[in-house]
């Protein structure tokens, strides 16, 4: 028999009477039909459940929520159904709203970044020093050399990072040609069009799109692959083998990319200039001739010099900000999806930050007229 309530008068006073199963299984559908139906009732009636012949956990939430999370003035029940009514009674109700965050509150907080973060440079800059003492070791050592390791690493974070950097370089051209082709347009300066693209595209926007999109594809993966090996304890079973982790795990990645990355940043910028050219062409009826011809005055080969650097030192913070948070993982799959969100953000934000310093420092070389 469904659940059911009925309202009634009885001597003057509202009475409220309720029979049937109230368990999961035989509540009426839709539940907020009786919910509704429920709330009619106000929790100062005499309420009767005499005539429930089954109360389950579900029924007991249900006719506690309606009362208001509190008894009823007159209640007559059972003595397990007044044990069921206690427990849903027991559970906790919504979390009470959050206070405002003071100042000392922000204080800590503050305080607590900032002791992360000096923790992460500590063990970056430890790190970076193993690195060094790895390669004075195999300096002296050349048999040693991690090649295999190597070898992989350029292949995954290079050859395989062609298609889609080329893509998005040839993209980023189109779009920036024709949006600056309208503002040229207007100023009749639409031969200039072949300095913006060259400058911005070789210089700045190639090392940086390189850079994002190898934290995010290449950075991610070796952060990952560093943290499984942990959580399946494969880096400790190197240390029982005497086999140095940072020798052959982290070494060849920060090498391998290092090197790659400049390759892939002129590989980009020309997507870029390509793209450029094309929407030149389409837009502003520019010729490929003329375009290729002016692109070696109009920007000095300097500005490819910085671009290839700027890769290089994407390229080994980008894989030592990797390596350096899958050591960090915890034997868990939790702190393996944290450390690799963390490792993507903090060598975004790192490129950034090393990107403008760059742009600071080489502000007057390549540039032409300066």
């Not at 209640?75 to 027991?90: C, I, P, S, T, Y």
């Not at 195999?138 to 991690?146: A, E, N, Y």
């Not at 290079?158 to 040609?177: D, E, N």
């Not at 300066?189 to 594809?217: Q, T």
Request: proline share 4%; aromatic share 6%.
């Amino acid at each position: 028999m469904k659940a059911s309530v009925l309202s009634e008068i009885v001597d003057g006073r509202p009475r409220v009477v309720l029979s049937g199963d109230w368990t999961l299984s035989t509540l009426p559908e839709p539940v907020a039909d009786l919910r509704a139906r429920l709330g009619q009732c106000s929790v100062e009636s005499s309420w009767d459940l005499s005539g429930v012949t089954r109360l389950d956990s579900a029924g007991a939430v249900i006719l506690w929520q309606s009362w208001g999370r509190r008894w009823p003035a007159q209640l007559a029940a059972g003595r397990e159904q007044r044990d069921v009514l206690a427990r849903a009674a027991a559970v906790p109700g919504r979390e009470a709203p959050r206070r405002r965050m003071s100042a000392l509150d922000a204080l800590i907080t503050l305080g607590s970044f900032a002791l992360s973060a000096a923790g992460n440079a500590r063990g970056f800059v430890t790190l970076a020093g193993q690195l060094a003492l790895d390669l004075a070791h195999l300096c002296g050592h050349p048999r040693d050399i991690p090649f295999r390791e190597f070898s992989a690493t350029v292949y995954k974070s290079g050859a395989r990072a062609l298609p889609v950097t080329a893509l998005v370089g040839f993209l980023i051209g189109v779009v920036l040609s024709y949006l600056s082709s309208l503002q040229l347009k207007m100023f009749g300066a639409d031969i200039y069009i072949v300095n913006l693209i060259g400058i911005s595209v070789i210089r700045e926007l190639g090392p940086v799109i390189v850079a994002v999109l190898v934290a995010g594809r290449s950075g991610s993966s070796m952060t990952a692959q560093i943290g499984v090996m942990r959580v399946t304890q494969e880096i400790d079973a190197l240390a029982t083998m005497g086999i140095s982790r940072s020798l052959r795990l982290v070494l060849p990645k920060v090498a391998a990319l290092a090197c790659v990355m400049p390759f892939l940043v002129v590989w980009c910028a020309a997507a870029g200039i390509v793209g450029g050219m094309v929407s030149a062409n389409l837009e502003m009826d520019l010729s490929y001739d003329y375009f290729i011809d002016t692109l070696p005055k109009a920007v000095p080969v300097a500005n490819l010099w910085i671009g290839m650097g700027k890769g290089f030192f994407f390229g080994l913070l980008i894989a030592l900000i990797a390596c350096h948070f899958g050591l960090k993982v915890r034997p868990n799959t939790e702190s393996l999806s944290a450390h690799t969100t963390a490792s993507v953000v903090t060598a975004i934000t790192t490129v950034i930050l090393i990107d403008a310093l760059f742009a600071v420092l080489t502000r007057r070389i390549g540039m032409p007229g300066i």
